[in-house]
């Protein structure tokens, strides 16, 4: 559960579920999925403490946007699978965001699968990535840690790894082919599904003396949870309680079905009872008392059975928090299950009936004997009070507002437009591309994001003979998050978020972009992190009001170029050995390599800054040459799951032939010596 003291057992604070352990190693990647949704919290709260960030977005400024750009690009994905309803908002382009488009229900789970080099943990909850779910409600959360030597349920995983791609597939209902997007979502699972083989253990264990964990999930095609949960059941009698925790039911005048299917599953012979865990308020001036649960759920009784009884209990919340909380319980005199995550007490939520959400929980399974960890289980059970027997009961089911369910007048984007991407062509020129389906709507139009000039409209694409994919090129210095969409008779804008082709199109923060060759050297050769190695010529140029804090790139202005090249070149092999051990550091992923080879302040840059300040062709061709007898002496280190140290060789071989083909001979005519010296150099490196 969230929300509660934190010395309180079974309770805590689900952004801490977001910082890793000790000795998770280095950050490789998240996924998570949610039905409502905050662009800016997800990236400042969940994403800030998965990178560990040492900065804040409101108070550090450029220093937060140049640690966050360092550490995000370095990921092999991040993303957030969003129901269509409330994927939206401006954001990052480092992170993916994705539209789930479920032709009938919504996508309502809420899972976080986060890996580091060393560990992974899954995280499946009732609280949506909002300031609300995460900080106000009453929510519950699980979370499952793989490491070596964990006891983690991989059948478990392994089920939400399968939810989690069959769920993707929704975000281009056409699904022609998949987006790049889509491809780092489901390489990422498969990424994951290898590194924990040797990380949990299976189910194949039978006892259920310790606590088990297992994911219950539904959506089209699987069975409703009711059914799992039957099947999960650990022994051949029947449960013969039943509790549930939900803050929303069916329609008062529906037929209750999720709880006629949950007396099913009890025994049909002795007693059972159903207890409904539920909010409540007084009635002013009355004996009576507002449930905020309908009727039907007396109803749903059998009324053919004896020895059976629905209690109602009023919730005792704390702060008067709204309740969020999704929990359904089962037991007998030798077991309990329970089952938390994401699916209310409704038809669609347990995926009863043609509405089926998609839905993500998890249930736990142990024997009565395990005291310690039956109790683990009670801790997290909110606290209920019985309802005295001379208060009258009113039934007033809670609205739902749109934190669980579709919300009314909401404009969705029709099929017909696919995927939005952002990239750059071999000129480096930038571009956005779209495609399209079949089926377009009438007088359709694109704006950028909410601006008031529509960007591209149905007449070209008429005029494009209505190619299945556009490229319109894109001019501005920053990348549209999403696009707006309208058409006749839509009645407003649906958003269409826009997700990058790779990485690198992305352009470095304005803070980063062409540094000069003393501030490179500067954070090269210092111990601290980019964001502070750069603060102190950050200040610089703010308070002397030039980019480059007072350093003269005007070649006419230098003075004494025959005594340059030796003092330049202690500090610059100075610099070139700090690369050099920044190099040598484990890599996690190929972006991370990217980042550190052709990053902002990576080995290409220093060679761009070399070649664009060197006050001589000669010492140019020197200061090169040197760059690349270090990133031959590189020696890789491996962590596990990263990189192997002959695929990073062979990244560092290629960057130096690059920079070896801009070195040219004819600029060391009259200087044998230095010839010699650059000859007998990529001679011994093998270049």
């Known amino acids: 559960m969230t929300k509660r003291k934190d010395q309180t057992p079974g309770y805590g604070k689900i952004l801490d579920a977001w910082i890793p352990p000790d000795d998770a190693g280095e950050p490789v990647g998240c996924l998570a999925t949610s039905f409502t949704f905050s662009p800016v919290f997800f990236e400042e709260e969940c994403l800030g403490r998965f990178l560990q960030l040492g900065t804040n977005a409101t108070e550090d400024g450029p220093a937060y946007l140049i640690e966050r750009e360092e550490k995000l690009s370095q990921l092999e994905c991040a993303a957030a699978l969003v129901d269509q309803n409330h994927a939206r908002g401006v954001r990052s382009l480092r992170w993916d965001l994705l539209s789930a488009r479920v032709p009938r229900g919504i996508l309502h789970s809420k899972v976080s699968l986060l890996l580091w080099s060393r560990c992974a943990r899954l995280l499946v909850a009732s609280s949506n990535l909002t300031e609300d779910g995460y900080r106000r409600n009453h929510e519950v959360f699980g979370a499952l840690d793989y490491f070596k030597g964990s006891e983690a349920s991989l059948a478990a995983l392994d089920e939400i790894i399968s939810f989690l791609a069959d769920a993707v597939r929704y975000t281009d209902p056409a699904t022609r082919s998949q987006s790049a997007a889509v491809r780092r979502w489901n390489a990422f699972l498969t990424r994951i599904s290898k590194a924990t083989r040797s990380w949990g253990i299976g189910n194949s264990q039978s006892t259920i003396a310790k606590l088990r964990a297992f994911a219950v999930v539904t959506g089209p095609e699987r069975p409703d949870a009711l059914r799992v949960l039957k099947s999960l059941w650990p022994e051949n009698v029947p449960p013969d309680s039943a509790f549930v925790v939900s803050p929303f039911f069916d329609p008062p005048a529906a037929t209750n079905a999720p709880a006629r299917a949950l007396w099913a599953m009890l025994k049909q012979r002795g007693s059972a009872t159903v207890e409904f865990d539920v909010t409540a308020e007084d009635v002013p001036g009355k004996k009576a008392i507002l449930l905020h649960a309908p009727q039907s759920l007396l109803a749903a009784q059998p009324a053919s059975r004896g020895q059976t009884d629905t209690v109602m209990k009023r919730l005792v919340l704390e702060d008067a928090r709204p309740l969020h909380a999704k929990s359904l319980w089962l037991q007998s005199d030798r077991v309990i299950l329970s089952m938390i995550g994401s699916s209310n007490f409704t038809s669609a939520g347990l995926g009863i009936g043609k509405t089926q959400n998609l839905e993500a929980n998890l249930a736990y399974a142990v024997s009565q004997q395990s005291k310690v960890a039956a109790k683990s289980l009670n801790d997290a059970w909110l606290p209920a009070e019985h309802i005295p027997d001379e208060l009258e009961i009113r039934w007033m089911p809670c609205p739902d507002d749109g934190e669980d369910s579709a919300t009314a007048g909401t404009v969705l984007l029709p099929p017909f437009f696919g995927e939005a991407s952002f990239g750059r062509d071999e000129k480096q020129q930038a571009f956005v591309e779209l495609t399209f389906n079949d089926a377009p709507p009438k007088a359709w139009a694109i704006f950028i994001e909410d601006e008031a000039d529509p960007f591209f409209v149905e007449a070209l694409w008429v005029s494009a003979n209505r190619a299945a994919s556009i490229r319109l090129q894109w001019d501005r210095e920053r990348p549209p998050s999403g696009l707006s969409v309208s058409w006749k008779g839509s009645e407003g804008s649906a958003w269409w978020p826009v997700n990058v082709l790779t990485a690198a199109s992305l352009p470095p923060p304005a803070e980063l972009k062409d540094l000069p060759l003393e501030v490179l050297i500067e954070i090269l050769t210092s111990a601290k992190p980019l964001h502070q190695a750069l603060e102190r010529w950050l200040r610089r140029q703010k308070e002397s009001g030039t980019r480059d804090g007072g350093i003269s790139l005007d070649p006419h202005k230098r003075v004494d170029t025959s005594s340059f090249l030796l003092q330049r070149t202690r500090r610059v092999s100075d610099a070139l050995t700090g690369l050099r051990k920044k190099l040598e550091q484990p890599v996690v992923s190929e972006q991370a390599m990217e980042w550190r080879l052709r990053g902002p302040v990576g080995v290409l840059a220093l060679a761009q800054a070399v070649s664009k300040e060197a006050r001589s062709e000669q010492e140019r061709c020197f200061l090169l040459t040197e760059l690349c007898l270090e990133l031959a002496r590189v020696q890789p280190q491996v962590s596990p799951g990263g990189l192997s140290a ?38 011994e490196i093998g270049q």
């Open 646 to 683: 002959a695929h990073i060789r062979k990244g560092l071989r290629e960057l130096g032939r690059e920079i070896r083909s801009t070195i040219s001979a004819d600029a060391m005519i009259g200087l044998p010596a230095l010839a010699a010296y650059t000859e007998a150099a990529f001679e």
